[in-house]
Each structure stands twice: as C-alpha cells, then as structure tokens.
C-alpha cells in the first residue's frame, strides 16, 4: 500500500514576491473536496501566497475553469482538486483521462498547475488522499504549483501566447502586422 512507502518530498517552494494560486474543486464529494482545499490553501499561506477559490460542478469542468482563469485573469499557478471514484460504469475512465489530459495540455503550453484530482476505487481511499492529517493530497497538489511558479519565476517572466493567446507573431503575415490590439 502506498501509504506504508516512504518517499521523498521536497523542500517548500520560496519565493521573493507573493504568489496568486486559483483553487479549483469539484464538490461533488463535498467532505473530501473541503478536506483537500483545506490542505491546498495551508500549503499555499505556508508559502506567503495568497488564493482564491471557485468550485466547478464536475472533474471534467476543471481544465475548462483553468483555461478561462489563464485567458481573463492574473494567477501564477493553479491547483486542480476534485475526487473520482469508479462506478458501475466505464464513465469513470473517460472522467479521469479526460480532466488529466486537459490539465496536462495546459500545463504543456506553460500553466503552473498542481494536480489534485483523486482516482480512486472506493470512498474510503479517497477519504485517507483528502485528509490533511493522512496523505494531505491537497496540500501536495498546491505544493507541485508553488515548484513550478518558482521554476517559471526562475526562468524568466511570462511569454504570450500561454493559455490559448496566440503571440503577436502569429498575427505577422508576410511582414505586416494583422490581428486584434495591433496597430
């Protein structure tokens, strides 16, 4: 069982000027969400940051919330948190690799995003993941946030076209400059 594994967590994420991470649950499990924010929004004050949070109705919503976040507003990072549990059904494999896929797709065009989201078998493995006092995954979903804003702040400032802007470059056709906000 994982829980009896010891493994390896890295030190806090420091950084020079406060950091803005968007929570963003799915409550349809309502005490293991709250359990998971919890954890999410003590690691994120540990670090000096500040959050917001907003609560979406499903999984699959989250990637969605995300990408609206990145296009209209100005957080550094995101911390996806939510808790599928298999059903009878095979819809709980299309919620869980749709809501990874489309956290991983954002987080490849350059989003700093912690995944939370629980893909368990059963209430009470999701129970021990959300506790802050067990395996505090929300805690670790806000942690893997804060390493890459640090890593992105390392690296350098945000580029445009991140989180689907197209860069002022992709407007350029043929040496003249074409497209919104250009003059």
């Known amino acids: ?31 293991i969400a709250d359990e998971q924010v919890a954890g999410a929004k003590a690691e994120i004050e540990a670090s000096g940051g500040t959050w917001e949070l907003v609560e979406v109705p499903g999984a699959l919503e989250i990637p969605t919330a995300i990408g609206i976040a990145e296009r209209m507003s100005n957080f550094d990072g995101y911390v996806a948190l939510g808790c599928v549990i ?5 819809h709980y494999d299309t919620v869980c690799n749709d809501s990874s896929r489309g956290i991983t797709l954002l987080g490849l065009q350059g989003l700093c995003i912690g995944n939370g989201i629980l893909t368990v078998e059963n209430y009470e493995q999701a129970r021990i993941r959300a506790e802050v006092a067990e395996q505090n995954k929300g805690g670790g979903a806000a942690a893997a946030a804060l390493h890459l804003v640090a890593l992105a702040r390392k690296w350098g400032g945000p ?7 197209p860069t002022t470059d992709e407007y350029k056709i043929a040496g003249a400059a074409k497209g919104p906000d250009l003059a």
Not at 4 to 22: C, G, Q, T, W, Y
Not at 159 to 165: A, E, I, Q
């Open 1 to 31: 069982m994982a829980a009896s594994i010891n493994h390896h967590v890295m030190p806090r994420a420091e950084f020079d000027k406060p950091v803005k991470i968007l929570i963003v649950t799915s409550p349809y499990y309502k005490d």
């Open 86 to 90: 298999r059903g009878e059904t095979t």
């Open 159 to 165: 580029r445009k076209g991140v989180g689907f802007k």
